[in-house]
């Protein structure tokens, strides 16, 4: 399974306070998104990670978890989305502390890390309209900004831009396909946290986009495999 690779850095305002890898893969039934960050200065020092499952064709999430390790307390969030039995598992563990809950899951729902690859579906789409995804106790709306010119650490770029709220918080996807995001703005306590595509890479033997599912399998039927790696920018 190919993994697509996309590297950033975090800034608060002007000061750099860290780093993220977003890791993205596809099969046709079920995509998997990883993101690592570790965070320093006005955050503390501590890493966060975050994983999640969401159904290839709908955006569905079946399962989402996240581990802290702030301030050398290791704190996890983990939620289990089952549609069988029509309800939402939530487990925390923290302190040594584990807590349980479950809830009716009345309809489709997404997770804090599977919305941000929902705005890539929706910048694939092509819709202008606005897009309201379900999450668990709130919803949250898609509003696209159009296409307009961006600057990045590797120059200026053509982005769809959209304000997701409530926050509100911003994702700006690369204009052309697979529509990598290479902007996401978040408000903090401390501040506006800003993330930027600094590097992308794609290991192929199958896709991380569905249209790369296509093309990698006709290369691989004409016995070709091959690394390819992309800068932004």
Do not use: C, I, N, W
């Not at 309809?107 to 941000?116: A, M, N």
């Not at 092509?126 to 709130?138: D, F, I, N, W, Y």
Request: glycine share 10%.
């Amino acid at each position: 399974m190919a993994v697509e690779t996309l590297s950033y850095t975090l800034s608060l305002g002007a000061k750099s306070v860290g780093s993220q890898v977003l890791k993205t893969s596809v099969t046709p039934r079920v995509t998997t998104l990883e993101l690592r960050a570790l965070f320093q200065g006005a955050l503390g020092q501590h890493g966060l990670t975050q994983t999640s499952q969401v159904l290839t064709d709908t955006g569905e999430s079946l399962r989402f978890r996240e581990e802290d390790d702030a301030k050398g307390d290791r704190r996890v969030y983990e939620l289990v989305f089952d549609a069988r039995s029509g309800l939402v598992r939530a487990t925390r563990q923290a302190g040594g502390q584990h807590e349980g809950a479950e809830v009716p899951l009345l309809r489709p729902l997404s997770d804090p890390l599977g919305l941000l690859h929902r705005v890539r579906e929706t910048a694939r789409s092509g819709t202008q309209e606005p897009v309201r995804v379900a999450l668990l106790g709130k919803d949250v709306v898609l509003e696209p900004l159009g296409e307009q010119a961006l600057e990045t650490p590797g120059g200026e770029r053509r982005a769809l831009g959209y304000r997701l709220s409530p926050g509100p918080s911003y994702e700006f996807v690369d204009a052309e396909p697979p529509h990598a995001p290479l902007r996401l703005v978040q408000p903090t306590v401390q501040g506006q946290l800003e993330a930027f595509l600094v590097r992308a890479a794609l290991e192929e033997g199958a896709a991380a986009t569905p249209q790369a599912l296509e093309r990698a399998g006709k290369r691989r039927r004409r016995g070709g495999r091959r690394r390819r790696r992309v800068e932004a920018g």
